[in-house]
Structures are given as structure tokens and as C-alpha cells.
């Protein structure tokens, strides 16, 4: 009579272990929704670069805004100013009085980190998973994305990209370089004017 109900048991206890692994996906799946239903967005970014080469992290400043599906414009304002827009697949740079634009079909290095945050603001899981492995922490209120190449050449270039939110807004932005270098940008809504 004892072997049926630890069987029960142990059938339970599998079960439970079965939820609770499956859980953080369901949460992965709730903010890839919620990420999706967010059209435009507007956020101030602190960039950090840390170079094995350098003492102290390069840093530069200034905004981030975002039209769904597609439109992802980096505006940095400090220390010196510079627009980098992405619409579709072409990525234009403004830097210093000159404009030029780079078809990113022609440039298959740029396009995994693009489609890191781009993919992450627009919510689109399956574009993620084309490039990368997702591991998913933590819960609707506090989540973190960690992001690893599948693509072996990529791998070389691109160790993890990892990114913390909340519900439907990305808080930072790590990327990590195989050879120790990485990138942290800090994101933050800006202030009611």
C-alpha cells in the first residue's frame, strides 16, 4: 500500500518541478505581449563602454526613441553628437556633418545586436529565437533576458547580451564581448518637462 502513494508523491513532486521550471516562460510570454502592444516609446540612456585597453569606461549620453515595428533612433547628445536611425534593414549614421546610410543585408556582423533590442522592444520572441538562446529570470515586475548566439561566428563577436525591464520597459542592457570587453546602457524614462 505504501508504493502506490510514494509513486503519488513522487509523481507530484515531478510535476511541481515540471511547473515551476515552465513558469518563467509563461512570464517570458507576458512581457513579449506587453512589449508588443507598446507602439512608440521615449527613453534617456547612460552608455557605458569598459575596454580592457582603458582605465576607465568611455561613457556617452541621450536618447532612445522607438516606433514599432521597426524605427529605433539612438540620439547621443554627450560627448559628442551623434544619430544612429534604424528603419527596416537600413541603419543610417549622422556623425560630425556627415550622413551615411549602411544596408544592414550587407553588414550580417551589426544585425544581432540590432535585432537584440529590436526584437525585444517590438516583443517578437520568435525573431529572438532565430539568433539566440533566451533565458528567461525573474517575473512580470523584475525581469532579466539573457541572450547567447547560436550562430558560431556570431559567438566570436558576441558573448551574451543580457536585459533587465519591468513589465514593458527595458531598464538596462548589458553586452558582453568574448574577449572581456562589454557595453552597459542604462535606460530611464525622462522627466515630465
Request: overall charge positive; some cysteine; aromatic content about 4%.
Amino acid at each position: 500500500m505504501r508504493q502506490p502513494r510514494m509513486h503519488r508523491c513522487a509523481l507530484g513532486l515531478l510535476l511541481l518541478s515540471w511547473v515551476c521550471a515552465a513558469a518563467p516562460m509563461g512570464d517570458l510570454d507576458e512581457v513579449m505581449r506587453l512589449l508588443a502592444m507598446r507602439r512608440h516609446g521615449r527613453v534617456e540612456f547612460v552608455e557605458q563602454h569598459f575596454l580592457a585597453v582603458l582605465r576607465r569606461p568611455i561613457e556617452s549620453s541621450g536618447e532612445l526613441l522607438y516606433d514599432a515595428p521597426d524605427h529605433l533612433e539612438k540620439r547621443t547628445l554627450l560627448p559628442h553628437p551623434e544619430n544612429l536611425v534604424l528603419d527596416g534593414g537600413a541603419l543610417t549614421v549622422e556623425r560630425g556633418g556627415r550622413r551615411r546610410v549602411l544596408d544592414l543585408h550587407r553588414y550580417p556582423q551589426i544585425q544581432p545586436f540590432v535585432e537584440s533590442i529590436r526584437a525585444t522592444l517590438a516583443g517578437d520572441r520568435g525573431a529572438l529565437e532565430r539568433v539566440y538562446r533566451l533565458e528567461f529570470a525573474g517575473s512580470l515586475p523584475r525581469w532579466s533576458l539573457t541572450l547567447e548566439p547560436l550562430d558560431r561566428e556570431l559567438a566570436k563577436v558576441v558573448q551574451q547580451v543580457r536585459i533587465d525591464g519591468s513589465r514593458d520597459e527595458l531598464l538596462r542592457v548589458e553586452i558582453r564581448q568574448p574577449d572581456g570587453d562589454r557595453s552597459l546602457m542604462t535606460l530611464r524614462t525622462p522627466a515630465a518637462q
